[in-house]
């Protein structure tokens, strides 16, 4: 009876065996997966050698008039010229991305998909929502919209409810200042008005986090880098000026699309202007 005792003992043993060698395993190689090294963030240096993603920046979406001076004229996409323009980009193989997109390919090579480009809408216009976002959206295409936030809700300028709809919609909403004027003109409690406010209340009206900053007329420099960080942004936009060489996330080039533009030129200038 003994000896039977022992064997069925050490039988139970050498079947519990395999089992106790599966959970050790897959412990150790959860434990192998957890601890493995966070791969560090790209350079400035990195980031300034990879090629750009094109970014376009768009104003006026309206048909010109006799009376508009040259600025307005530059900064007025007629519709239909922006309705050929994202034909355009959809005909040639353009896939939009979006800010988070941009960071994570700049800081941790994230895959892009083929001929990557984001359009963006600076001053809170209304038809940004009405026109550009509508054109867009038949392509499947999502924009960033920059927001000036004096201008929400004003005859000529968006809703809260437009804005919204925006974000939910999947597009980026990011600030643009309060009202408007060039960071390297303020001082003392103008930060907390032009960048942390705004970014406040824009969060409140979408209800998510606003890390993305276009500097008004794309004015910047290295002081309001250093407040746009405490504010919490994490990419900063400029216009087609030279990227700064220390910090390249807060001095991303925009090529805005000129009102004089043909399509054909539409595609040219972006080649040109990023494809250096």
């Known amino acids: 009876m003994f000896s039977l005792f022992v064997g069925l003992f050490l039988l139970a043993s050498c079947q519990s065996k395999p089992d106790t ?3 050790d395993t897959a412990f150790a190689q959860i434990q192998v997966k957890k601890e493995a090294p966070k ?11 990879k090629p750009e993603v094109p970014v376009l920046c768009y104003h006026r979406i309206r048909n010109i008039l006799a009376s508009d001076g040259p ?5 007025s996409v007629a519709p239909a010229a922006f309705a050929q323009q994202m034909k355009a ?7 939009t991305i979006l ?5 994570e390919y700049l800081l941790r090579d994230g895959k892009l998909p083929s001929k990557p480009v984001i359009i963006t809408f600076d001053d809170t216009r209304e038809e ?7 054109e867009m959206k038949k392509y499947g295409y999502k924009g960033v919209f920059f927001i000036m936030t004096i201008s929400i809700n004003r005859p000529g300028y968006m809703t809260k ?4 709809n925006l974000s939910d919609s999947g597009n980026v909403i990011g600030a643009h200042s309060w009202d408007h004027h060039m960071v390297t003109k303020y001082v003392g409690a103008d930060w907390e008005t032009q960048l942390t406010k705004p970014k406040k209340k824009l969060e409140e ?7 993305y900053f276009a500097y008004p007329d794309g004015i910047w420099n290295s002081a309001a880098i250093t407040e746009i960080k405490k504010s919490g942004y994490k990419l900063a936009f400029i216009l087609s000026t030279k990227r700064d060489s220390a910090e390249p996330l807060y001095t991303i080039r925009r090529v805005i699309v000129a009102g004089s533009w043909s399509t054909p030129g539409f595609l040219k200038a972006i080649q040109s202007s990023f494809n250096k």
């Open 21 to 23: 060698i599966k959970k």
């Open 39 to 49: 791969k560090k963030d790209a350079s400035p240096e990195q980031i300034l050698s």
């Open 71 to 75: 600025n307005m004229k530059t900064y």
């Open 89 to 95: 980009l959809s005909d040639n193989g353009y896939h």
């Open 99 to 103: 800010p988070a997109q941009l960071s």
């Open 128 to 134: 940004h929502f009405n026109i550009g976002a509508a």
């Open 161 to 164: 409810e437009q804005i919204k």
């Open 205 to 211: 009206i979408i209800g998510k986090p606003v890390t």
